[in-house]
C-alpha cells in the first residue's frame, strides 16, 4: 500500500515541477557576470562591434504598408486619387493594346500566350508534343536564404 502511495506523491511533485517549470514568471539575467575560481566576478566583456562596411542591412522605419502607400501616392500629399491608384492599371493595359484604340482584342491579350506556344511549337506543326508542351512550365524560383548575415569571427581567425 505504501508503493501506491508513494508513487501517487512522486507524480504530484513531477506534475507541479512541470508546471512550476512552464508557467514560471522568472527570467534569466544573461549580463550576470560568472564566478572564478577566488569567488570575485570575472569581467564581462561586450562582443567586438562590427565594422561599418560588414554590409549589414539597414532597418527602416517605415512599414510595409507605408510602403506601399507611397508607392501609390506620387504626389506626396498624403492622399491617394482614382488616378494615381489606377496608374498602374492604365500602364499595364497600355502595354497590351498593341494598337492603341482603347480596346482590348483577344490576340493582343493573349499575345504572350501566343508567343509562348510559338516558341514551345519547335516543329512548327500546330500542336505541342508532350516534350514541346513541358518547355512551357513556368519558372520556379529558387528559395532565397532566410539571412545573409556574416559569418561569426572566432577565436581561431
Known sequence: MWRYAAGSVA??????????IFNGQARP???????????????VTEPAPL?????????????REQK??????????ASIT??????????????????????LSFDEWAARTTQRFAEADRDRSGTLTAAE?????????????ACRCPQPVTADD
Open 51 to 63: 565594422p561599418e562596411d560588414a554590409g549589414l542591412p539597414e532597418a527602416s522605419a517605415r512599414t
Open 68 to 77: 506601399r502607400f507611397d508607392r501609390y501616392d506620387k504626389d506626396r500629399n
Open 11 to 20: 507524480t504530484l511533485l513531477l506534475v507541479a515541477a512541470g508546471w512550476l
Open 133 to 145: 508542351f513541358a518547355t512551357t512550365a513556368p519558372k520556379r524560383r529558387a528559395a532565397r536564404p
Open 29 to 43: 539575467d544573461p549580463l550576470v557576470p560568472a564566478r572564478t575560481a577566488a569567488g570575485a566576478p570575472a569581467q
Open 82 to 103: 482614382r488616378e494615381e491608384y489606377l496608374a498602374s492599371r492604365r500602364k499595364a493595359f497600355a502595354k497590351l493594346d498593341v494598337n492603341g484604340d482603347g480596346r
